[in-house]
Each structure stands twice: as structure tokens, then as C-alpha cells.
């Protein structure tokens, strides 16, 4: 028994043995990978600053044409405004030209008109005149033959009372 006790023991240092030299290999390949990664990842570090470097010649780039860009923008703007403005200047010239040509027009159609006016009411007036006159000297005709009647009838009446007021006191 004993010596299957020491083959038993042997076989349990030998298998000892074997997982502490393969424990072994193990930390070593673990430590060589470890240091792969550390290599690897000092590589990606270094892409990572060299990437956001790049980014950042990008941003200052882009920065620099958006400004580029904008006082492109804002001389082109300018530059239309002031076109826009001399248009609107020119445009109000011209608008206001007309106006005062339409007004001196209309102020002369007035004008015409008024004269045109003025000689009509003229003509009526004046053949109002002649009718009125007309007319007036026909009514003083039939007035003052009225007047005649009037006075006429007027003397008959006091002659009248007169001869009854005399007739009457003396009878």
C-alpha cells in the first residue's frame, strides 16, 4: 500500500507540478498579452489624440471659413441693400414725377373746367336776366294796372261812403 500511496502522491506532485508550470505559462502568456493591450492601447491613445487633433484643425478650419463665409454673406447683403435702396430712390423720383405731372394735369382740367363752368353759369345768369326782366316788366305792367284797379276801387269806395256820410248828416 504504501507504494501505491507514492505513486498516488507522485501523480499528485506531478499533476501539481504540471498545473503550476501551466499556471505558469499562463501568467506569462497573460502578462505578454498585457502588455500587448497596454502597447495596443498606448497605440489607440496616441491615434485618439492624433484624431481629435485633426478635429480640432477641422473645427478651426470650418470656423474659419463660416466666417469667411458670413462676411461674404453679410458684404453681399450689404452690396443688395444698397441696390435695392438707389431701385427704391429711383423708383420713388419716378413715382413722384408722375404724381406731380397728374396733379398739374388735373389742376389744368380744373382750371378748363372752372372756366368752362364759369361761362356756362354766365350764360344762364344772363339768360335768367332777360327772362327775369322780361318777366319783371310784364308784372309791373299787370301790378301797376292792378295798382290803377286797386286805386280806382279805392276812390269809388270812399267817394261812396263819403256821399252816405254827407246824405246821412243831412237828412
Known amino acids: 500500500m504504501s507504494a501505491d500511496q507514492t505513486t498516488a502522491e507522485l501523480t499528485t506532485r506531478d499533476v501539481l507540478q504540471q498545473v503550476d508550470r501551466r499556471l505558469t505559462l499562463i501568467e506569462e502568456d497573460l502578462r505578454s498579452l498585457d502588455d ?5 492601447d498606448d497605440k489607440l491613445d496616441i491615434r485618439i489624440e492624433a484624431v481629435e487633433v485633426k478635429i480640432q484643425t477641422l473645427d478651426a478650419k470650418i470656423d474659419t471659413k463660416i466666417g469667411a463665409l458670413d462676411a461674404k454673406v453679410d458684404t ?9 435702396d438707389t431701385r427704391f430712390g429711383t423708383l420713388d423720383t419716378k413715382i413722384d414725377a ?5 396733379r398739374n394735369e388735373m389742376t389744368a382740367q380744373n382750371t378748363g373746367l372752372r372756366n368752362e363752368m364759369n361761362a356756362g353759369f354766365a350764360r344762364v345768369d344772363a339768360k335768367i336776366d332777360t327772362q327775369i326782366g322780361g318777366l ?5 305792367e299787370r301790378f301797376s294796372r292792378i295798382d290803377n284797379k286797386f286805386w280806382l276801387q279805392t276812390a269809388l269806395i270812399l267817394s261812396s261812403w263819403i256821399s252816405l256820410m254827407v246824405a246821412l248828416l243831412f237828412k
Open 98 to 102: 408722375k404724381i406731380d405731372g397728374l
Open 36 to 40: 500587448k493591450v497596454e502597447g495596443l
Open 76 to 84: 453681399k447683403i450689404e452690396a443688395l441693400d444698397a441696390k435695392i
Open 136 to 140: 319783371r316788366t310784364e308784372m309791373n
